[in-house]
């Protein structure tokens, strides 16, 4: 690659003198920070207009206008569309679905990730290459059969009140897992490769077994990697839409996302309560970002993998 | 892929002696056997069960008529027919397709120059790079059904900000005019997607030697010869990786036009006529697997392309 020769020729010159921040321009300098200044404000503005409605009263924004200095600004639409809506019941829905969704195809990707990289196989290549294909289809394409195995595979009455996969919670981990593997297995067979054979290599001559190798060894090493795509997982699975909307009939069951659309007809009356209630769904999300940062844009590019 | 490709450059020279010689001492046991087995077999009977299957199983429901009603048996073979009725006589099909090939291009064209752009700038060492750059990857969190919500409070003709901002009150209907809301909707679109493209270039930016641009000025090139020749032909596997993304992400679009108004119109697409023929009124299911081969079709040639770029290298150790 030409690049490369470019750079190992630089290598041996001598290091330019490096041009501090002060030294530059200061006129492109402040040009620059106001155009981005200005474009993250554009960028904040749907959330910031959600937020700045979502504080406001009906009667307010209904004789001033939206556009209007408020009144007052009052929790009263957080706490309407919180109890109105039932909130809470469909937000323990979204947890009955996302955690152990993200938990087994942690669990699941990191099986497959294992064997594929520490083991030579013939299928290797095969198996990998299933899993990233079947994770990049568009989910309509498998969306009309699938409804159908949904309507037609029975289930024991603990795991679903109707009786079938279709209008159970289970069956939504079900296809979050059967979807979501094919990244994490991508991702997770990548970092595995970066692993030293030498390690699982000691550990069998200390007479380790595969399960030991994969559970004691191997899986410690990965957590940077897991952490990424826990987040990254969790935030796609809370917010999935599809899936609830096709696979889910009875509304008291589909998880918070899904049900927003439901309920916006149903009781939000007026914008500033359609956008609490989209506020309250984003927060967990926006939680996980703010607290998870560094995960989550690890998880992402690491993503370039699946990219 | 990075990864893979910084393995293959560490070891790749000593690999092959090394697994010849472990390949001979490997000899697992039974129980470690069915242990590997397991390990992989379980999730792939899921993965290929509820993925592959239902794939395939597209492609052959779009060969029959079956309203869903009654067993297996009913199905009726009628060979082409559903194809032929879906590119002749369905009103929303071709409307469909213009929509996601502009949903395609305009999402490849505007985040990904917008996002390239962005990750040039924040690429250096300046004050706030970090809270730009958190700033326009938060939407990046949202769902693209909560980003319906958030701009249909945008795009209200009365109380919205765009039309309150351009003087246009009551009279822009955004959302409703079937003439624009496909690019309303985008503008909506490209606001998520461009912070997840702004961080892949920009992970792409970091990764690379900032030698090369040294060399590249001590040659002579200004800052913008210096991108186009040096920096953006070494981003490309990065670039391709925006742009089955970006792709996949236009082939999937379905949220938000089914929270503005349930994909009709003007906002019609693939994906939304398909799940309108399983869980529509009207349970045709034959019609609907058609439409999802033609996603498929499409689909599947830019897996492929991917595919093939990001396992060539595998396959040659």
């Known amino acids: 690659m030409s690049a490369d020769t470019l750079a190992s020729r630089l290598v041996t010159a001598p290091a330019p003198s490096i041009t501090r921040p002060g030294n530059r321009l200061n006129a492109t300098r402040v040009a620059l920070h106001t155009f981005l200044v200005l474009t993250c404000l554009v960028w904040l503005a749907p959330l910031l207009w959600a937020v700045f409605a979502s504080f406001r009263t009906y009667q307010d924004t209904a004789t001033n206008g939206y556009f209007s200095w408020p009144r007052e600004l009052t929790f009263t639409n957080f706490t309407t569309a919180w109890t109105q809506a039932d909130l809470p019941h469909y937000f323990l829905n979204t947890l009955v679905i996302t955690l152990p969704a993200v938990a087994i195809t942690l669990f699941f990707s990191s099986m497959v990730a294992f064997v594929v990289s520490r083991f030579s196989f013939k299928f290797n290549l095969t198996l990998l290459m299933v899993f990233t294909a079947g994770n990049l289809l568009p989910q309509q394409v498998i969306a009309v059969p699938l409804y159908r195995i949904y309507l037609l595979t029975p289930l024991p009455s603990w795991l679903s009140d109707s009786g079938y996969l279709l209008d159970s919670q289970f069956g939504l981990v079900l296809i979050h897992v059967a979807f979501q593997t094919g990244f994490c297995t991508f991702v997770l067979t990548n970092y595995m490769k970066t692993i030293p054979k030498e390690l699982s290599e000691a550990a069998r001559v200390d007479g380790a077994g595969v399960l030991r190798q994969y559970w004691q060894v191997i899986l410690p090493l990965c957590r940077p990697a897991l952490a990424a795509l826990a987040t990254l997982e969790f935030t796609w699975i809370y917010n999935d839409f599809l899936w609830a909307i096709v696979l889910i009939q009875t509304g008291d069951k589909m998880p918070i996302t899904s049900a927003l659309n439901n309920l916006s007809g149903q009781y939000f009356t007026d914008n500033n309560l359609v956008a609490a209630g989209s506020l309250l769904a984003a927060l967990p999300t926006l939680v996980v970002f703010f607290a998870l940062q560094r995960q989550f844009v690890s998880g992402l590019t690491l993503g370039s993998a699946k990219g | ?317």
């Open chain 2, 1 to 317: 892929m990075t990864l893979a490709e910084q393995l293959d450059a560490g070891t790749g020279t000593t690999r092959p002696p090394r697994r010849r010689a472990r390949r001979k001492s490997t000899a697992l046991s039974l129980p470690d056997r069915i242990v590997l087995l397991l390990m992989v077999g379980i999730p792939a009977v899921v993965h290929i069960a509820l993925v592959w299957v239902p794939t395939i199983g597209s492609i052959v429901l779009s060969f029959s008529e079956w309203d869903g009603i009654g067993g297996l048996s009913d199905i009726k073979w009628i060979g082409t027919k559903n194809y032929v009725d879906v590119f002749t006589a369905y009103p929303r099909f071709w409307p469909a397709v213009a929509h996601n090939l502009i949903w395609l291009v305009f999402l490849i064209v505007i985040p990904t120059a917008f996002g390239l752009l962005m990750a040039v700038l924040l690429d250096r060492k300046m004050r706030f790079s970090s809270i730009y750059q958190s700033i326009l990857y938060l939407p990046v969190v949202l769902s693209l059904a909560l980003v319906g919500f958030i701009w249909q409070l945008m795009y209200e003709p009365d109380k919205g900000l765009v039309n309150n901002l351009i003087g246009q009150v009551g009279h822009i209907n955004w959302l409703g005019d079937s003439s624009i809301n496909l690019y309303a909707v985008l503008v909506a679109a490209a606001w998520r997607h461009t912070g997840y493209v702004m961080l892949l270039f920009l992970a792409g930016l970091k990764a690379l030697d900032p030698a090369l641009k040294e060399a590249a000025s001590l040659d002579g090139a200004n800052s913008w010869q210096t991108f186009w020749r040096v920096t953006f032909p070494v981003l490309k596997p990065i670039n391709i990786i925006v742009l089955v993304v970006t792709v996949i992400e236009a082939l999937r679009a379905y949220d938000i036009v089914f929270i503005i108004n349930r994909g009709r119109n003007g906002l019609e697409l693939l994906s939304i006529l398909i799940t309108d023929n399983i869980i529509g009124e009207s349970s045709r299911i034959g019609y609907g697997s058609a439409i999802a081969v033609v996603l498929l079709v499409i689909s599947l040639g830019f897996i492929i392309t991917y595919l093939v770029q990001v396992f060539r290298k595998e396959e040659r150790s």
